[in-house]
């Protein structure tokens, strides 16, 4: 694939994942930090079809310009966290350990670490632990919940893209 | 299609137990370590008013007095902390949620007021100047 193909496949990917943030947070959460996660779906699509420094750089779009349309500089402080750290960990899954992880696994994975990153900012920016204690629990269930239907989503997409004429991938 | 699960997911699920296991067993500790939790009222970065909260207080509540006529009333429960009433423009701060773990915290920007929620009865830290 050459590079302009490549730039414009990834423009698309970001500009989805984008709306996929922005649409998260219309939906009410049950929970305060509880969200379905739906961004991670194109991270986890691009660190598949394209690579890990391409996942990467979706997650870091993605989340500066989400939460400069959305949120607050605090907001984009915990989006940040969560997605290299959820990154980070699929990455180092899904490049080493392939062969023992579904993409259900590690899309789990990526959702436990994103709350984790994010849990951690929290801990920080109110200079108490508690925090983390206390809403590890929670939303570790919730995490292992999404993550399941995020790895399906994942799934099917990565599987429809691959059966495409268009889509000519240098990367497995 | 088919997308098996594979034993690293196990793995993976057996890795989000043993964080919950973690997150309840801090929360065990952190009740039992004594100190309990207060509510801190700041105004202007001043702390004006703080009580502490434990199992069975008597509900309190009381009006914070911002100058110029501008007021804040907090009500304190053991199930939460809430600005019941304002008289602030915005009136965020009484559409806040309750709050009731150390380090929440409802905060009124117009009259410069901040509750929180601290561990234990130590001075709060440096962090978070919101009001100032």
Same mark, same amino acid.
């Given at each position: 694939m050459n590079r302009v193909r490549k730039m414009v496949m990834l423009a698309l990917i970001i500009s989805q994942a984008l709306v996929l943030h922005l649409i998260e947070g219309f939906i009410p959460v049950v929970a305060p930090g509880?969200?379905? /996660?739906l961004a991670n779906?194109?991270? *986890? +699509?691009?660190?598949?079809?394209? /690579? $890990?420094?391409?996942?990467?750089?979706? +997650?870091?779009?993605?989340?500066? *310009?989400?939460?400069l349309l959305s949120g607050s500089v605090t907001a984009m402080l915990y989006s940040l966290a969560g997605g290299i750290l959820s990154c980070l960990a699929m990455g180092w899954l899904y490049f080493r350990w392939r062969a023992y992880f579904s993409i259900i696994g590690i899309s789990t994975a990526g959702a436990i670490f994103h709350n984790i990153?994010?849990?951690?900012?929290?801990?920080?920016? $109110?200079?108490? =632990? /508690? =925090?983390? $204690?206390?809403?590890?629990?929670?939303?570790? +269930?919730?995490?292992?919940?999404?993550? $399941?239907?995020?790895?399906?989503?994942?799934g099917y997409i990565i599987k429809y893209l691959r059966e495409q004429k268009w889509f000519k991938w240098e990367r497995g | 299609m088919k997308m098996p699960m594979k034993i690293g997911d196990l793995a993976v699920y057996l890795f989000a137990v043993?964080?919950?296991a973690i997150g309840l067993m801090g929360v065990y500790a952190m009740g039992?370590?004594?100190g309990g939790k207060s509510v801190v009222v700041e105004l202007d970065g001043r702390e004006v008013y703080s009580c502490r909260i434990y199992k069975g207080m008597a509900p309190v509540e009381f009006r914070v007095d911002a100058g110029n006529g501008k007021y804040?009333?907090?009500?304190?429960t053991y199930e939460g902390v809430k600005v019941k009433e304002a008289n602030c423009p915005d009136q965020v701060?009484?559409?806040s949620a309750s709050i009731r773990y150390a380090g929440q915290a409802i905060v009124c920007l117009p009259h410069r007021v901040v509750v929180r929620i601290t561990a234990g009865h130590e001075e709060t830290p440096d962090v978070d100047d919101i009001a100032s």
């Open positions: 509880i969200k379905l /996660g779906i194109m991270t *986890l +699509v691009t660190l598949v079809l394209y /690579g $890990f420094k391409e996942a990467l750089m979706v +997650v870091v779009v993605r989340s500066v *310009l989400g939460s990153g994010q849990l951690l900012v929290a801990s920080w920016v $109110f200079g108490t =632990i /508690g =925090i983390l $204690f206390t809403y590890l629990p929670m939303l570790t +269930v919730a995490a292992a919940g999404t993550g $399941f239907f995020v790895g399906l989503t994942s | 043993v964080l919950i039992t370590q004594g804040n009333v907090v009500s304190v701060c009484v559409k």
